[in-house]
């Protein structure tokens, strides 16, 4: 299994507080991703990076913002949480080499009261 | 905008069946196909990835195939066990130069195997 960790893993939170989740890797890869996955909608992209310090939005980033200061950490942050964003979120990583294949974290269940 | 549908959405089938999970893509212009696999409360296990020059993958008793001029690939499981009851999800990565590392997911079937 790829080296991939979230924290937490459950987290319980009310409305309009900040929320981070991480994503820990120890494959040294160059791409991580953030997805959240919900029922009917299947999983969806919320932010990716392609480097320290490179991101850029998917297709779902409004109220997340991502930051990426080391190779191995990739942190999410809710800056002020609602109840729209109850969710599974997963991390994913790959190596950015020929095939791109991703590999993803055991996820973190978020909900938001 | 890349479309993935997969139908069925759930398929329950006896031990020992063999049986075929399919996917549907909108645009033909694909870098490769990815199949995953996800237990309940899980994240997602990566099965088999197809290149988009490739027309068939195998492990083990997974067989993925691709054709992309009509924008499908199917997931065929042998001599089914328990053990395969999963949510099966397909996901399609575009060629488009520097977005060569995003994948779109398809909903995913939810296979049930009963002994």
């Known amino acids: 299994d790829a080296g991939i960790t979230q924290s937490p893993r459950h987290k319980v939170t009310e409305t309009g507080t900040p929320v981070t989740l991480r994503c820990h890797q120890t494959?040294?890869?160059?791409?991580m991703y953030w997805y959240r996955q919900d029922p009917g909608h299947g999983l969806r992209l919320i932010h990716y990076?392609?480097?320290?310090?490179?991101?850029d939005k998917g297709e779902v980033s409004d109220g997340y913002s991502v930051s990426r200061s080391k190779t191995e950490d990739f942190l999410l942050t809710l800056e002020s949480a609602t109840s729209s964003q109850t969710s599974v979120y997963f991390c994913?990583?790959?190596?950015?080499?020929?095939?791109?294949?991703?590999?993803f974290g055991p996820g973190t269940r978020l909900t938001v009261t | 905008k890349q479309e993935v549908t997969q139908i069925p959405a759930a398929l329950s089938v006896p031990e020992g069946e063999n049986l075929v999970l399919n996917c549907s893509f909108t645009?033909?212009?694909?870098?490769?196909l990815q199949w995953f696999r996800q237990d309940p409360g899980k994240g997602l296990t990566s099965l088999l990835l197809?290149?988009?020059?490739?027309r068939e993958q195998t492990s083990g008793r997974l067989n993925a195939s691709l054709d992309k001029s009509s924008g499908r690939s199917t997931l065929y499981i042998a001599a089914s066990q328990p053990g395969d009851s999963a949510t099966y999800l397909c996901?399609?990565?575009?060629?488009?130069?520097?977005?060569?590392?995003?994948?779109?997911f398809g909903k995913g079937t939810l296979l049930t195997v009963n002994p």
């Open positions: 994913a990583i790959s190596d950015g080499q020929v095939l791109y294949e991703q590999y």
């Open positions: 494959e040294n890869h160059r791409y």
């Open positions: 990076s392609y480097g320290v310090k490179d991101t």
């Open positions: 645009d033909s212009a694909i870098y490769n």
């Open positions: 197809i290149q988009s020059s490739q």
């Open positions: 996901a399609v990565r575009i060629n488009s130069g520097g977005s060569n590392y995003k994948l779109t």
